[in-house]
């Protein structure tokens, strides 16, 4: 029988663990899924000295460096506020901004500090905007998925649906967590099919505007197979850090034949990230 | 051209490359990680049966061009798409003269399109008039997130770009390809989104403009703005390769692209040399809906699949097609 590991070893694996279950919590915007199910966490480490080292990893040199720079200060915001955290070191690497957005973290030195006169005033658009794609992509799996439970209802006939209607399920607890991301109601009467400020839509607009929701789910879905793929591409192995995308579970979502197949290496905890 | 199951398809392949991206000509490190990009791209996307080995990626040379297009590839004539890449490689990513040299030789093959960066104002503006006249150009293919100084992209709606979208206007430059990347300035908003394409496709319309990937990764703000200007256009570079890793993915973007445009704004391309044309062409020759998903999607006919392929890029830049390989008015389903 192998020895206990020292009870400081323990206490710096326990550490790690709990980062990673931190690092669960960031999501990568513009595809809506945390950080960790893509496979963008390439290492978790506690020094002796305390210190811990988190590596991150994307799937070119040349992904956007607005979002690359938005998961690394969230993850470095995250893993600051874990109780204990003595001293935390998150580095971005192999991107074509690495340089600039490694030094920006290690100064806090937040957007403006990082990107000096590239940035003009914040991120805080450009995250709503990508709330807003996450939450209408999340309306139309639960509309689409009721749609499909109900052959007698009709897409003109979503007019009028609302929370109350939906089957208690992934997509509709999803939806429900992509509205309050938004500050919309979560009441059981409040209407599904709604506008970025949570206003139903008329009637007549019904039909085009569950299309073009579907054409924001399918946008989404796509970037996130692609970006999954060329990180497995791009670091041999990686597959291992993957969990495959959550809410890619529709009719239309055929398995990837490239797809992750190995258990998680990296994850050492048991939970499974909820969609 | 491509014959299959009695039909003749005429093939337009609307974004090609000649690049050189080997090590001499490699500025800085970028160069090497946009080319290595390409190689991921290449390598994820396409059959095993068709990986090149890295060495042939990073120059192939204008003979192997000719070969995989016109000798192997179905293509009856392509489209030279070239970026410039001037803070990543010392002569430029796309080879001018060699590009330029070729289309020179065969006219009734290849088109070279050139570049503009309207952030070169007075001086660049000079330029593309005297580019205009050297090129005979019909169109041109601006790579928004060019990086170029402190300055790592630009929108359409600045204002010198729309000088230069003047000058093409003027010089009947009326073919504007337009392909975004990750950068903008400044970098507080989604460099990808398409609203400045909107803005200038209402300003000019007596240009056309193809928006390279239909839009991807935002296909839907693609969608939006497209169904609204008659004057935009969707290119199938980078798209073209799901069909193989992800048919059923490729059935929806395809899908959505002829429900919210139409038949006649599709343009095929094939990106080359990030892919090669001979694959896309059979398989899309091939391609058809699933089953399971004509609910949201028809079929696709033999009519569109003859326009995507090359009657509408034949249309755009008055490319003849022989006798027979049109198709009736209107297409029908």
Not at chain 2, 65 to 74: E, M, N, P, S, T
Not at chain 2, 145 to 151: C, H, L, R
Not at chain 2, 163 to 174: D, F
Not at chain 2, 272 to 287: G, H, N, Q
């Amino acid at each position: 029988m192998p020895a206990d590991p020292p009870p400081e070893q323990a206490a710096r694996a326990a550490r790690e663990r709990a980062a990673l279950a931190a690092l669960d919590d960031v999501l990568d915007p513009e595809l809506d899924e945390p950080i960790t199910d893509l496979g963008f966490v390439r290492s978790v480490a506690v020094a002796t000295d305390g210190v811990l080292t988190v590596h991150l990893r994307l799937p070119t040199s040349f992904c956007a460096p607005n979002f690359a720079y938005l998961m690394a200060s969230d993850a470095k915001d995250a893993l600051a506020a874990l109780p204990g955290a003595r001293g935390v070191v998150v580095l971005l690497d192999d991107h074509h901004d690495s340089e600039l957005i490694n030094r920006g973290l290690a100064a806090d030195a937040g957007y403006r500090g990082t990107f000096g006169e590239e940035a003009d005033e914040d991120l805080d658009a450009l995250r709503l905007t990508f709330r807003r794609k996450a939450h209408a992509a999340a309306m139309e799996r639960a509309l689409t998925a009721l749609l499909r439970a109900r052959p007698d209802l009709t897409e003109a006939g979503l007019h009028g649906v609302t929370l109350a209607d939906l089957p208690e399920t992934p997509a509709t607890r999803a939806l429900r967590r992509r509205r309050e991301s938004l500050g919309l109601s979560v009441a059981p009467a409040a209407e599904v099919l709604v506008d970025d400020q949570g206003h139903p839509y008329p009637g007549q607009e019904i039909p085009l505007r569950l299309r073009f929701a579907r054409s924001v789910r399918i946008s989404i879905d796509g970037n996130a197979h692609f970006c999954r793929g060329l990180l497995r591409t791009r670091y041999p192995g990686s597959a291992a850090d993957q969990s495959p995308r959550p809410h890619g579970t529709d009719r239309t979502g055929s398995t990837d034949p490239t797809g992750p197949t190995g258990s998680s290496k990296l994850r050492t905890t048991a939970e499974v990230k909820p969609a | 051209m491509y014959t299959k199951d009695g039909e003749d398809y005429f093939i337009v392949d609307a974004h090609i490359a000649l690049w050189d991206a080997r090590p001499e000509n490699q500025l800085n490190i970028h160069g090497r990680q946009f080319i290595d990009c390409f190689y991921d791209y290449h390598r994820n996307l396409s059959p095993e049966s068709e990986l090149w080995p890295y060495e042939d990626y990073l120059y192939y040379g204008g003979e192997r061009l000719l070969k995989d297009l016109f000798v192997d590839g179905h293509v009856d004539h392509a489209i030279f798409q070239p970026a410039r890449l001037g803070a990543f490689y010392r002569r430029g990513f796309g080879q001018t003269e060699e590009a330029f040299g070729l289309a020179q030789r065969h006219p009734d093959k290849l088109t070279y399109n050139h570049h503009w960066d309207p952030r070169f104002e007075r001086e660049g503006l000079d330029q593309l008039r005297r580019d205009a006249e050297r090129f005979q150009l019909k169109g041109v293919k601006l790579y928004t997130a060019e990086w170029q100084g402190a300055s790592r992209g630009y929108k359409l709606d600045d204002p010198w770009a729309y000088r230069y979208l003047e000058a093409c206007q003027e010089l009947g430059i009326t073919n504007i390809h337009v392909h975004k990347g990750p950068t903008i300035r400044p970098l507080d908003r989604d460099a990808f989104d398409v609203s400045d394409v909107d803005k200038a496709a209402t300003d000019f319309t007596g240009l056309n403009f193809v928006v390279e990937h239909c839009g991807l990764p935002r296909l839907e703000d693609f969608c939006w703005i497209a169904t609204q200007e008659p004057n935009v256009h969707a290119g199938l570079a980078v798209a073209m390769p799901f069909i193989h890793t992800r048919p059923r993915y490729f059935a929806q973007i395809i899908g959505e692209l002829l429900y919210w445009l139409d038949e006649d704004r599709i343009q095929f391309s094939s990106d080359y040399a990030l892919w090669t044309p001979k694959w896309l062409i059979e398989r899309f020759v091939d391609f058809q809906i699933p089953e399971d998903m004509r609910d949201e999607y028809p079929p696709i006919t033999v009519a569109q699949k003859k326009k995507i392929l090359g009657l509408n890029a034949a249309a755009m830049y008055d490319i003849d097609v022989p006798a027979g390989l049109g198709v009736p008015e209107p297409a029908g389903a």
